[in-house]
């Protein structure tokens, strides 16, 4: 008697159980299938982390511009420039080891403000293919332009497909010889020169004129056909006093050979006549 109310609470409890089995189960698993979707989608909505953007100077390291790349770094102004630039898009123009070596006694003579000046003339604030570059004959704005108190610009010119940097300060023509990288936004070409900045060294000086052609010589109008300009008569120069005397004294004892030659001559003539006329009287 006293364990049917026992038998009773176990059976209860049983079919308690059996109906809520099923039911905690079929909470849980819809619990465990909404989190699954809900986690995936959570995952496919977060943005990518954006690359992270090129080191400049390590590239030009890689290209055969170290000696370039380390003045650039030990430069504050001349590196934040550069690191902010690449963002916007730039190319850079880094000369290479052998021609940055021949300029350096020039670049140590320059104050800090005109090393970095000089710096960023090496690069424009705009990204251009070598294709592009090809076809962009003319000036450029550089990292060192500041409005119209800083031009800092130099001339890109081509001839066929050689891309050739020129400045005012400067005769000679850098070269670009070879990519260093070309990965929109950043372009880095390799030249054979160092730029100068006519903001910095004197310009060249302009080759002299050729000389004009001289005109011929107008002809003399004795020259022309059928006329002849009369010479003048020119007096011989004196001789010597020497010879004037004796050909005066010459003549003056001619003169008087002559005189007595004629009067001897003209005395005979009238004895002759004489003794002619006196024979005529006695006959």
């Known amino acids: 008697m006293r364990r049917f109310p026992l038998a009773a609470a176990a059976v209860a409890a049983f079919l308690v159980a059996a109906l809520l089995l099923p039911l905690a189960s079929a909470a849980t698993s819809g619990a465990s299938g909404n989190a ?5 989608k959570a995952k496919a909505k977060a943005p990518a982390a954006p690359p992270a953007p090129p080191n ?3 590239l030009m390291s890689k290209g055969g511009c170290k000696a370039f790349a380390s003045l650039v770094t030990k430069s504050p102004d001349a590196l ?8 916007g898009g730039v190319t850079a123009f880094c000369p290479t080891d052998d021609a940055l070596r021949r300029f350096m006694p020039s670049y140590k003579n320059l104050t800090d403000d005109g090393k970095a000046s000089l710096l960023l003339f090496h690069a ?3 990204y251009y293919t070598l294709g592009s570059l090809k076809s962009s004959n003319g000036p450029m704005n550089t990292l060192a332009t500041d409005g119209e108190s800083r031009n800092y610009n130099f001339t890109v010119q081509n001839v066929g497909d050689q891309v050739s940097i020129r400045t005012e300060a400067s005769d000679a023509v850098a ?4 990519t260093v990288y070309d990965k929109d936004p950043v372009a880095i070409y390799a030249v054979d020169a160092v730029l100068e900045p006519v903001e910095l060294f004197e310009p060249a000086e302009a080759p002299a004129p050729a000389p004009a052609p001289v005109a011929d010589a107008p002809k003399a109008a004795s020259a022309k056909k059928g006329k002849r300009k009369p010479q ?16 005066a004294a010459d003549q003056g004892k001619n003169a008087k050979k002559n005189a ?3 009067g001897g001559a003209c005395t005979r003539w009238l004895a002759a006549a004489a003794v002619a006329v006196t024979a005529a009287a006695l006959v």
Request: aromatic content about 2%; glycine content about 8%.
């Open 36 to 40: 699954a979707p809900a986690a995936a």
């Open 56 to 58: 400049i100077t390590a």
């Open 80 to 87: 934040s420039t550069f690191q902010s630039a690449v963002s």
């Open 124 to 126: 424009v604030p705009v």
């Open 175 to 178: 070269r670009v010889r070879d």
């Open 232 to 247: 003048r008569h020119v007096a011989d120069a004196p001789g010597p006093a020497g010879d004037d005397d004796a050909a």
């Open 260 to 262: 007595a030659t004629g």
